[in-house]
């Protein structure tokens, strides 16, 4: 009988408490639980806007990264006066890249020629993108025999003060050659990634950059 009277307290007493902790803990799990899926609905919503946010920028720049030389109106008169084999003009015409025109032709775009009256500045954009750029293959030692008169357009424009890293002419001032020329008038348009196409299919393309401070955009 006493046996069976201590196991009844045992009972009453003890059990009541192990219920309680058993509880206590799975309480303590359930909120950790409870915290744990809510750090993650946190990061994911986080992950989500970041995305979004990413999403944005690609598209506000869909246009721009998407766009190539070749979607530009890229011209050239050839006035047969340079090496076929040095002339930069002409290994853009057999890439595709460029077009080249006859003399007679005017082009709609912007025309870089010594009878331009004002430079190439960013308000030039449109009509870069619309209508394209033209340059005057010749050579810097017959200027004097160059009819500039003859090729006619619109739009005529000048160069900053710009030197050439081209190896002719490497240093010199102004003494562009055309894939220079180009990538200058796209350069200060705002159209860098085009000018970089065209000048890194030179192995000095990228001296032009660095020569003229538009590696940092600083001219721009």
Known sequence: HVAVLVLEIWKLKIMPRRKQKQSGVSKQTKHRRQRTSGNQEKDQSSICSKSYDSASDDDNNADEC???????NLAMWDLCQCDPKKCSGRKLVRLGLVRSIPISQPFPGIVLSPMGQQSVSYEDRDIVLSKGIAVIDCSWARLDDTPFGKMKGRHLR????LVAANPINYGRPCKLSCVEAFA??????????IAEQLLYRFKWGHSFLSLNRFENNLRL
């Open 184 to 193: 200058a008038t796209l350069i200060l348009t705002g159209l860098r990634d």
């Open 66 to 72: 998407t766009l190539m030389a070749e979607d530009l």
């Open 158 to 161: 000048l160069l900053p003060y």
